[in-house]
């Protein structure tokens, strides 16, 4: 399934040149703690094609334009990072044994995005890797609830509850449902978004936090369905998830009264 992220990614990059973008990604999801060091991979075919590759790293948070992060061109001598992410000294690459790995250290609620890696090879674009990262605090100031299991029949509707409490903050209030499975990676299935914090929220004027609450409906649930569905609150300066939701579907059978088969005689 290509995630939301990608096609907003290839479009911009569509609409700023006449490249052919090819999706071959694998996504990954990677939740991490604030101060943790990560790494993420991405790997390339050292072929005749590809001797005059170069191979990039673009970091996209949601609601915003993609940042290029690195250039990476083997056969080129090119190695280098752009910008604030080589003033930071927390991004480095890794790229012997034709790998274009990003290694983030202490990693902070501002590295929570999705990570996109390319290969670019005169007018195609291949897009490798996406790796959704998301950091959460230590001290979290929100708190997020979710029910375990959701068990229903095949075709029934199901509506997914998210239960938020987030201090009364100034900035923006954003949550994300995610979707993990055994046969994808975790991607993102919708975002409500931008809002100020509070908003379609109570509060009662004299606690110090609000309280909402939101929802995902799932239409004629069938086994593409199934899965662990997490709710992500980036509020106060945090992200934090959910312990997510498992929807599972129940068979009903309707077993034969024994002598049934025989009841109409040859």
């Known amino acids: 399934m290509i995630q939301p992220s990608t096609v907003l990614f290839v479009l911009s990059l569509v609409s700023a040149s006449k490249a052919q973008v090819n999706l071959h990604e694998r996504n990954h999801f990677l939740l991490a703690a604030a101060g943790d060091n990560i790494t993420l991979k ?3 075919e050292d072929n005749s094609k590809l001797h005059g590759a170069t191979h990039h790293w673009y970091k996209q948070s949601l609601g915003t334009k993609p940042k290029l992060i690195s250039s990476f061109a083997k056969y080129h001598l090119i190695e280098s990072l752009q910008g604030e992410f080589n003033k930071s ?7 012997e044994h034709d790998q274009n790995n990003l290694n983030i250290k202490h990693v902070q609620m501002s590295d929570s995005a999705v990570y996109l890696c390319i290969s670019c090879f ?7 890797e ?20 959701e068990e229903t029949e095949p075709g029934n509707n199901v509506t997914l509850n998210c239960s938020v409490q987030t201090e009364r903050c100034e900035g923006q209030h954003r949550v994300h449902w995610f979707k993990q499975s ?15 914090v509070g908003d379609g929220c109570k509060n009662n004027g004299k606690s110090p936090t609000n309280s909402c609450v939101y929802s995902l409906p799932i239409h004629n ?15 106060c300066g945090q992200v934090l998830f959910g312990n997510g939701t498992r929807i599972t579907i129940k068979y009903s059978f309707i077993r034969a009264r024994v002598g049934d088969c025989n009841s109409h005689p040859m």
């Open 42 to 44: 991405c790997s390339y």
């Open 89 to 95: 000294r927390r991004f480095t690459l890794d790229t």
């Open 122 to 128: 005169l007018h195609d674009l291949d897009v490798i």
């Open 130 to 149: 996406s790796v959704t990262v998301i950091v959460k605090s230590l001290s979290p100031t929100v708190k997020v609830r979710q029910s375990p299991h």
């Open 182 to 196: 055994e046969e994808s990676a975790a991607g993102v299935l919708y975002s409500h978004g931008g809002g100020r």
């Open 221 to 235: 649930v069938n086994s593409e369905q199934t899965g662990t569905y997490y709710c992500a609150v980036a509020a």
